[in-house]
């Protein structure tokens, strides 16, 4: 059993530790330009993705034509690693790289790949997701967006909700009917919407957990006209899209919550002070446990991965981080009462707001439902992993 990187992963790790050093963005050019929300990319945030894309360090197991280096899975690991360790996240509209670039790259036309997934790699684009509505979340198949499908274009008529930065986002992918007699399923297209188009209003819904500033909306489409050339994909096709091959760095995401979950570990050791509680003790000896828990099958599912075998811990670790890490949240908000409220006992992490305890933990409610809700993970873990029956 090998236990560490070899000499060739160590260099590559050395290599990215010195581009990192040498191009990620200052807290001051940060602290000068705020990001407004997920859709928005200040001027040092495009700068320092379009870097990343020159130099192969954006998506480091893709080819350097898209942004990589062809990085064996190894490598890919010690990637995220690095860039989980120094809190810095390559793309500050994460729904464009991860989710729009990475499907019109697979689903997308020449055109399409020219126009929009290569600008959104170079960080000249954002985008926002429009998939949920007010009766479509976890079932999304039940969405009632409608596209009137004519000749040459698309009328878009209907409502999504929760679309992270579509306030600022210049493109919409986006789930719409276009066939209303097909089962619920086989009738769904991905189309991109101008998000300037005339038609479109978005309500940004504000969040207690982002003092004052809005990252959701609600998001309406009124006689939205959008060209037929738009579609991704084959019409009626999208359920594929929605559900389809976007797993590229799946096996790698875990690293990003078990640093997550480590920083706040330390961080509640730093917050609550020595004590004589043996319940305090015992409960933050848990904590302990649930992380080297997270990262022990983090590596597990990432070997067998990487090996080309299928590994069920990908949808064991999203269930298990995101309520561990409520778990510890809560801890600290209970230990510390009302200094839970003090910005001051928030240690700072760069990329992201200071945040007092108090709101850590209420943004913790959001990844057991961002991404799919615990109640569905089970499902889903219940189902595909441990084979039981529906319910
Ligand atoms: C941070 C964040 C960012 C998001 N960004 C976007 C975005 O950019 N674009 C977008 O389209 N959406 C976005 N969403 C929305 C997200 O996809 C939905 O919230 C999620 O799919 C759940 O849908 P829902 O809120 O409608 O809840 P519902 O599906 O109505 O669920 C309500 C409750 O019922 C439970 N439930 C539902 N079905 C079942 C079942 N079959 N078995 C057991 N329990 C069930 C759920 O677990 C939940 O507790 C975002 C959400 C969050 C938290």
Redesign the pocket.
């Known amino acids: 059993m090998q236990l560490h990187w070899d000499e060739s992963a160590e260099r590559f790790r050395q290599d990215l530790v010195e581009w990192l050093d040498a191009h990620a963005p200052s807290d001051d050019e940060m602290e000068a330009e705020p990001r407004l929300s997920?859709g928005h990319l200040p001027g040092w945030a495009r700068k320092f993705q379009r870097a990343m894309f020159d130099d192969g360090w954006l998506v480091p197991g893709w080819p350097p034509e898209r942004g990589g280096r062809n990085a064996s899975p190894v490598e890919q690991m010690i990637y995220f690693e690095e860039l989980a360790r120094r809190n810095i996240q390559r793309a500050q509209n994460p729904?464009g790289l991860s989710i729009c670039a990475p499907s019109i790259l697979d689903r997308g036309t020449d055109r399409q790949i020219e126009d929009w997934a290569l600008p959104t790699l170079r960080g000249e684009v954002t985008w926002?997701?429009?998939?949920?509505?007010?009766?479509?979340?976890?079932?999304?198949a039940g969405l009632a967006t409608k596209a009137a499908v004519h000749e040459d274009r698309f009328v878009v008529n209907g409502q999504?909700?929760?679309?992270?930065?579509?306030h600022h986002a210049d493109l919409c992918f986006c789930?719409v009917r276009t066939d209303t007699e097909a089962p619920k399923h086989k009738g769904i297209s991905a189309i991109v919407i101008d998000m300037k188009s005339p038609g479109i209003e978005c309500r940004p819904l504000e969040e207690i957990t982002e003092q004052g500033h809005a990252?959701?909306n609600e998001v309406f489409f009124d006689d939205v006209v959008v060209p037929r050339e738009n579609l991704v994909g084959d019409l009626h096709d999208g359920w594929k899209i929605a559900t389809g091959s976007l797993g590229h760095e799946r096996a790698m995401l875990w690293i990003n919550q078990a640093t997550t979950f480590e920083r706040a570990f330390q961080a509640l050791r730093r917050a609550v002070t020595p004590t004589e509680d043996e319940a305090l003790k015992e409960t933050i000896a848990a904590h302990y446990i649930d992380l080297q828990a997270l990262w022990i099958m983090g590596y597990r599912g990432f070997s067998k991965a990487a090996r080309g075998r299928p590994s069920v811990e990908s949808s064991i670790l999203k269930l298990y981080s995101s309520e561990a890490e409520q778990r510890l949240q809560l801890t600290a908000v209970e230990a510390l009462g009302p200094a839970a409220l003090d910005l001051s006992r928030v240690s700072g992490a760069k990329f992201t707001r200071r945040l007092p305890w108090m709101m850590s933990y209420f943004r913790t409610?959001?990844?057991?439902?961002?991404?799919?809700?615990?109640?569905?993970q089970?499902?889903i873990i219940a189902e595909r992993v441990l084979g039981l029956p529906r319910g």
């Open positions: 997920t729904q926002c997701v429009g998939m949920s509505e007010p009766g479509a979340g976890s079932d999304l999504k909700v929760w679309t992270s930065g579509a789930f990252d959701f409610f959001a990844n057991t439902i961002a991404g799919g809700t615990s109640e569905i089970r499902n």
